[in-house]
């Protein structure tokens, strides 16, 4: 098992920032990736940027690209998302998530083995 737990949500003005980060606990060896993905009220959960832990190649949603960025920390099992030039269509639950298998689909929900409790980012506009 692989507990995930998210911080750093909250209200931010349309053009700010913030940085989402996520733990992870237990046994995060068997894990190949870790992913963030956002659900708006009324959508379906939505692909946001993906992380192996293993040479930490990295891949974002083109909705996203040249603001939002994913990092990680291995030594602190932690991944980091730090969002800039927020805009109101960002509004969200963020969630991060960690898949196992490295052959499944890196941007499809279902591949993904363990998620977080999600955390709240508002951007206003």
């Known amino acids: 098992q692989v507990q995930l737990v998210e911080s750093g949500g909250g209200l931010v003005q349309a053009g700010g920032s913030l940085r989402l980060s996520c733990a992870a606990s237990?046994?995060?060896?068997?894990?190949?990736?870790m992913g963030w993905f956002r659900q708006a009220p009324g959508k379906e959960r939505e692909f946001v940027a993906v992380?192996?832990?293993?040479?930490?190649?990295?891949y974002s949603a083109a909705s996203v690209k040249g603001r939002f960025t994913i990092s990680g920390d291995n030594a602190k099992n932690t991944v980091y998302l730090q969002m800039k030039s927020l805009k109101p269509e960002d509004t969200a639950v963020y969630y991060c998530?960690?898949?196992?298998?490295?052959?499944?689909?890196?941007?499809?929900?279902?591949?993904?083995?363990?998620w977080g409790q999600g955390t709240q980012v508002t951007v206003s506009s």
């Open positions: 998530a960690a898949a196992r298998d490295p052959y499944s689909d890196i941007t499809n929900v279902r591949p993904y083995d363990y």
């Open positions: 992380i192996r832990w293993s040479g930490g190649a990295t």
């Open positions: 237990g046994r995060t060896f068997s894990s190949d990736r």
